[in-house]
């Protein structure tokens, strides 16, 4: 049986940790809703803060300030969408309790209802369906700007071609109901389910966004957008292009986690494909040799795998600029590039990867550039191939071309695995253009993003010896060593085509700061 507890607008389940607003769930973290059942299942009732910190993280010790930021974070939500922000009463050296609304308590029988509701065969690949965003403006008439927004987001995934998306006319058979999304993923036949709402203010709109596994009920991802309504259609456009951009990534790390639940006997091309991801991102060379292992197997098993080609010519470029230069990785990189542009003419994450390698290794960065643009046009909202393409301009000497793209890159997706190769291409247009402290910070947030990648060193120590930071700059480089013993800044330079005017300017720092050519 799930226990549903109902007071004012609100519904919160409590087996699947969601609190609903009506029927939109709210962006109320787990840890948040954990502790508000807690005080509504004893509504009225004083609670220490003892009790509240035990029940709400359990077997971990965490400070009081833990607790105060989720009692905030749930006044918060009532105050926004209830005025009720003194529903949360603070007792002074004693804890909190709930004076809000009368609390109902209801159960449900969730197995019963599964068996009335037979599921659909999921597909043999990541499904996904977008349902009707709840308008929240109090007024009807901006209905068509909110479907509008959903449409888009429908388009822009079914760009995708790794994602199963369920065609607008299902989904908007789910509008004004309130659903179960466990329910909508057995109709729908699909893993994942998204879910916003949109609110209406003087000149702004926000919209609320959140990811939802089917299955289990648990947050996969949420986000809120604040934008201005000057251009009712660049607003449309620009909200669903930055959902989408952050919708991918995210789905791709949960389905990394669910493959890597799986036996390794039992694995297909595609999760083959998945589990060697993370070790693809890492830019490392032991992580890469590994995840190479799982690419041939998946060649094995699908010759004409467009994007398995991808992730090994990404794999490629990797060694042959972190292992020693060597010609036969160069040529392995160039090699499978070629083969994922010419079995993924659909597949936008295989023509990024394949023109990454491109560009870098074959040094060609017009047939990069070419792919670049082809995997934008099958989906505009592919953070990867602006943060990919920011690198190759930066090292070409583009500077504020890499700049524009790498900050397209990151709003799009914030928090990108590859985010800090968006900050390095800032850091090299920074230094290019003279501007030394801009490029320091970029190189600082690259550094922070990735510390264990040796070229994010390599920008901070050129910064830094340029404004004349000499004990910070040679820190720097001693890191470039430490990580990569066999570093050479000419042999980088060649290695990635640097544009020469740039590799003066570089390699003069980088001298400065103590690191060898």
């Known amino acids: 049986m799930a226990t549903i507890l109902e007071f004012g607008p609100f519904r919160l389940d409590a087996d699947a940790g969601i609190l609903f607003h009506g029927a939109e769930p709210t962006p109320l973290g ?157 109709e729908l036949g699909v893993r994942y389910v998204l879910e916003g709402s949109v ?35 660049a607003l449309q456009d620009d909200i669903a292009q930055s959902v989408v951009g952050a919708i991918a990534p995210n789905l791709r790390r949960a389905e990394i986690r669910r493959v890597n639940r799986k ?44 994007l398995a080609h991808g992730n090994a010519a990404m794999c490629h470029h990797c060694l042959f600029l972190r292992a020693g230069l060597h010609e036969a990785d160069r040529a392995a990189s160039i090699r499978h590039a070629r083969l994922a542009i010419l079995h993924g003419q659909d597949d936008a994450l295989a023509l990024t990867w394949a023109g990454f390698s491109i560009g870098m290794d074959g040094h060609d960065r017009s047939a990069a550039f070419t792919a670049l643009e082809a995997a934008l046009a099958i989906s505009p909202s592919s953070a990867l191939t602006y943060i990919l393409g920011s690198v190759m301009l930066g090292w070409g000497g583009e500077a504020e071309r890499a700049i524009a793209w790498s900050e397209r890159g990151l709003r799009l997706s914030p928090f ?33 993003a990735n510390p264990a990648h040796s070229i994010t060193y390599v920008q901070l120590a050129a910064a830094l010896a340029r404004l004349g930071r000499l004990e ?31 590799a003066a300017s570089l390699g003069e720092a980088l001298g400065i700061a103590g690191l060898p050519a």
């Open 30 to 186: 787990q840890r948040a809703v954990a502790l508000l059942v807690l005080l509504t299942e004893r509504a009225g009732a004083p609670i220490s803060k003892e009790t509240l910190i035990k029940g709400t993280w359990p077997g971990l010790a965490v400070e009081d300030s833990n607790l105060t930021v989720q009692i905030a974070a749930v006044r918060r939500v009532f105050d926004e969408m209830a005025a009720g922000a003194d529903w949360i009463e603070t007792l002074p050296r004693r804890g909190y309790r709930y004076v809000g609304p009368a609390v109902t308590v209801n159960h449900r029988d969730r197995a019963a209802e599964a068996l009335a509701s037979p599921a659909l065969a999921l597909p043999d690949k990541p499904s996904v369906a977008v349902l009707p965003f709840s308008n929240l403006c109090g007024d009807t008439d901006q209905d068509y700007l909110i479907d509008g927004i959903v449409d888009d987001i429908i388009t822009g995934l079914s760009r995708i071609n790794w994602l199963f998306v369920i065609a607008r006319n299902s989904t908007f058979a789910y509008k004004g109901r309130m659903v179960d999304v466990k329910q909508v993923g057995r």
């Open 199 to 233: 609110r209406k203010a003087p000149g702004r709109v926000r919209l609320t966004a959140q990811l939802v596994d089917a299955a289990s009920g648990a947050h996969v991802w949420a986000e809120r957008y604040d934008h201005r309504t000057d251009d009712i259609f």
């Open 263 to 306: 036996r390794p006997e039992s694995l297909d091309a595609y999760d083959l494909v998945l589990r060697a991801q993370p070790d693809v991102d890492s830019g490392m060379p032991q992580q890469v040799t590994r995840a190479l292992a799982l690419l041939e197997r998946a060649i094995a098993l699908e010759p004409a795998y467009a």
């Open 416 to 448: 990108d695995t590859w985010s800090w190769a968006a900050f390095d291409a800032q850091a090299l247009g920074h230094f290019h253009q003279g501007r030394y402290e801009e490029a320091a910070q970029a190189a600082y947030r690259s550094v922070q």
């Open 472 to 502: 910070e700059a040679r820190e720097a480089a001693a890191s470039v060593l430490a990580l990569h013993p066999t570093f050479r800044y000419n042999r980088q330079f060649l290695g990635v085509n640097c544009a020469p005017a740039l």
